[in-house]
C-alpha cells in the first residue's frame, strides 16, 4: 500500500492550496481517509478526516477554512486549504484506515507546506 501526496508549497497568508493523496495497493476496504499535520516541536494533530460513507471531522483550528473532500473510486483524498495562516505551516501526512479483517492504517510520506507572513 502506498499513499502518494502532492500539491504542498509556498503560499503568502491569505492565499489557498490543494492536497492531494491517492492510495495505491488497495486490494480492501477503505473505511476513511484524512490528513494530519505535524509543526516542529509540536505533536501531530488531526486536520481532517471524510470517512467512506462522506462523514467528515476537522480539527478545530481549520474548521471553516479548510474543506476535505474523496473519490472513493479513485482512493484519492483532497485538502482543499484557504485563508492560510503561518500558524498552518507543517508537514502534511495524509492518512488511510481500514476496519476490513482487522484495523490498519498507513501513511504518506508527507508534503511540507509553508505559509509566508
Known sequence: VQLVESGGGLVQA???LRLSCAASGITFRLDAMGWYRQA????RELV???TSGGR???GDSVKGRFAISGDNAKNTVYLQMNSLKP???AVYYCN???LD???R???GQGTQVTVSS
Do not use: F, L, R
Request: aromatic share 16%.
Open 105 to 107: 492504517e498507513y501513511w
Open 14 to 16: 491569505g492565499g489557498s
Open 48 to 50: 481532517a478526516a471524510i
Open 40 to 43: 516542529p516541536g509540536k505533536q
Open 56 to 58: 467528515t471531522n476537522y
Open 96 to 98: 488511510a484506515k481500514t
Open 101 to 103: 479483517m482487522g484495523y
Open 87 to 89: 500558524e498552518d505551516t
